[in-house]
């Protein structure tokens, strides 16, 4: 099958999203934590969060622009922070279900039975129920003019993750604690390893490292 | 296991790394294929492929700046042109492979043992064994100062994808054409799927779609 630009622009609307939502390979799978100065939490999942850089520890993630009512987005920018909680296989339904556009006083926390979590050093809530959860605090919110969407870029400040699945070279090991991938819009995946690979020199191949 | 943002700091540079890689759950695997203005051809892995917008298609991933030898960005910049193609479990190693540092002179294709293939419209040479395989345009290099990344913004202008993959609603069976993800800097996983849910709406709860 081949698609050119005409032809990605014949497609029928609904289509199309699904198609080119399937076009990047699989995206993680987060529940963004966020309140608003009232107190007011909200839970919103994300599949666009990508790593930025190591050291400073950024994230960032892609959302629409908060014109159109995005609770998330003016709760990020009324305390200038989140959380990111990772969504594993037994929570996969509740997460998905904090997509429904519910109105603004109705928290996500409470219509899907996810249970907010106080973090440390910030406002904003966890999921007690994800086994990774980051908090956040707000760098810079970049506006992607080519398409009115916002990249917002945080600092990890706070991470929660089980000792038993880092490693002693600091790797998690996602798999075992049940992490999911997103394929498309709407679809949840687990995972089994194929390789992990020595760092890659030009004079020799890599290894399987166990 | 917590760790606060002075924790973070005082990690060892490479335990760093791995954990804050690790973070943000599981990643893409995508090969960008490039050609300098010359035909010098040139491939690199990345994890940091997200999607961006689907009307136009557009999609963005996270590079170092140019000033450090980057092959790839200045290839993009020479021809403002790229391909994008999935990793899938059985070119893993050569995929891997391709992040070693290679003289510039040296080709990866030929370093790694995969094949070029000519793309329709476009200069920049496709991977043959990759399933899902992306031609597309520059539109914008975005500088994200706060780490002096790059984001580089492009729209699909090319897609080949087996027939038997794509579903009447659009949606890439991306499990079957084994396109792997990536978790941490090294770490390569098939997937299994967990559920593919229904539009939520606030009424009801999502059911699967089969």
């Known amino acids: 099958m081949y698609i050119d630009k005409q032809g990605l622009a014949g497609l029928e609307k609904r289509r199309r999203a699904a198609l080119v939502n399937s076009l990047s390979g699989f995206k993680s799978a987060n529940l963004v934590g966020t309140a608003s100065a009232d107190g007011e939490s909200n839970l919103a999942i994300v599949s666009s969060v990508f790593h930025l850089g190591a050291d400073p520890a950024l994230m960032g993630f892609i959302s629409r622009p908060p ?7 003016e709760n990020i920018e009324a305390l ?3 959380t990111l909680n990772h969504v594993h296989a037994d929570i996969v339904h509740a997460a998905h279900q904090t997509s429904a556009r519910y109105p603004r006083e109705v928290s996500e926390f ?3 039975g996810l249970t907010p979590l106080a973090a440390q050093t910030l406002r904003a809530p966890y999921v007690a129920e994800s086994r990774v959860r980051l908090g956040l605090t707000l760098c810079e919110m970049k506006p992607v003019e080519v398409n009115n ?19 002693e070279d600091g790797f998690i090991d996602l ?4 992490t999911v991938a997103i394929s498309g819009l709407d679809s949840y995946h687990r995972t089994e390893k194929v390789s992990r690979l020595s760092y890659a020199k030009p004079d ?7």
């Open 149 to 167: 969407t916002v990249m917002v870029i945080g600092e990890i400040v706070e991470i929660h993750v089980p000792d038993t699945a880092v490693g």
């Open 80 to 82: 200038g922070e989140y």
């Open 110 to 112: 409470a219509a899907t």
């Open 175 to 178: 798999e075992t604690l049940g």
């Open 204 to 210: 020799r191949p890599p290894r399987e490292i166990s």
């Open 67 to 73: 014109s159109v009512d995005r609770h998330t987005l």
